[in-house]
């Protein structure tokens, strides 16, 4: 009882002193002791025990990773941890270790882990119809179709399934390029949209690029209002793609593709008032304007179901995958009736697109985050946890930009303000000194020096709480 209190003075002393609110003598004192006994913040109760784990530890999984899989995969931490267990926001180990996830799968788990909605749905289409083809007909695909485009504006009304969110842009920028018959396509640098061979042409950071060949997609200058040359002002960085078009293709082209946040890029926002500019260029190059909602999609922005949305214009393709199954593998491409016409020049086909399993999930992950005001959550529990950061920010200088919105939150550490130099060594020490208080967080960005925060979308404000003053203690024990 005594460390209890302790804690909770040792942490409202810190917060005071820090951000200005009321801080007394018995509140020092309590800091001063607690610098001896060096007391970590608490996680939130959570009223929930996971069954016995008896797999294999950590080790022998591992040792099986390096002998079968891939050399090209890699791992988070000093020390891996394995991960056997989910429910809700949180993750357990193989100890039985209770972590708040803060990076929900690269923004992916959206309703929270193992959501019972989400599992009972999955499990009565397994036992009832596991696969068959769309050559047959079955009602999965095509209530979520339906569902799924209700939440899209304007003539965006035919749905095309895939697995991923890579296939997704695959299949939409080879789509403009049969509709408007030009091969040019303009990309932003930083932008992350795939690793196969038409997306990894339009992704934009070299270390995510092999050298093969990438034809016919010209990057753009990135709006990026912290790093950026104009920093917010999203006219003046679209000029720049008014210039590509130019002198950098005939006058014509066939797409525009972007994030509205760049999630691999570290979840840079685009400039306000970027979007709306550019799209009115790209249309009057005769080209198209595809949306990659992969990350920013299903009510994670909080303030709107899609991030595009914050910028006020209308695609004529929207590209999603990750949130849209809460870990299942789905993708899909939404665009108008007339451009889908375009693929039944040829036939194109995908054996497990729209899959009667995932197309099941994905309409109880619809259902799940109507029904639990998810995006209002977001909004709400987001904004609450972007002001405690930029508090956060104020307190110490290594922090230096907090952006982004809802539950989709960077976090950018620098050694040196003026200059904005990447704070690389820092951001691996504080993640795994967060880690070790049983915090989960992602790192991203060209440099590897930005924290990213994708929660589920079921994140408290507790959580949040705790999220923090994992961060804040961390940070002070650089």
Known sequence: MKRAVMRRALWESIHFRAFGRRYNSQTADACAAAKEVDIFPEMPPFDYTPPPYTGPAAAEILAKRKEFLSPSMFYFYKKPVNIVHGKMQYLFDESGRRYLDAFGGIATVCCGHCHPD???????????????????????????????????????????????????????????????????????????????????????????????VQTGVHHAMNPDPYRGLFGSDGEKYAKDVQDLIQFGTSGHVAAFISEAIQGVGGIVELASGYLPAVYNSIRKAGGLCIADEVQSGFARTGSHFWGFETQGVVPDMVTMAKGIGNGIPLGAVVTTPKIAEVLTRRSYFNTFGGNPVCTAAGLAVLRVIERENLQENAHVVGSYLKERLNDLKEKHEIIGDVRGRGLMLGVELVTDRQLKTPAKVETLQVMDQMKDMGVLVGKGGFHGNVFRITPPLCFSREDADFLVDSMDYAIAKL
């Not at 485009?149 to 296939?167: I, Q």
Request: with cysteine.
């Open 118 to 212: 989400v599992v009972k749905a999955i499990v009565k289409q397994t036992e009832t119809l596991q696969h068959s083809t769309i050559l047959y007909l079955n009602h999965a695909i095509a209530d979520f179709a339906e569902a799924l485009v209700s939440k899209l504006p304007g003539d965006l009304k035919v749905v095309f399934f895939t697995n991923s969110g890579t296939e997704a842009n695959e299949l939409a920028m080879m789509m403009a390029r049969l509709y408007t018959g030009c091969h040019d396509i303009i990309s932003l640098r930083n932008a992350y949209h795939g690793n196969a061979a038409g997306t990894m042409g339009a992704t934009a950071q070299s270390n995510w690029k092999f050298n093969v």
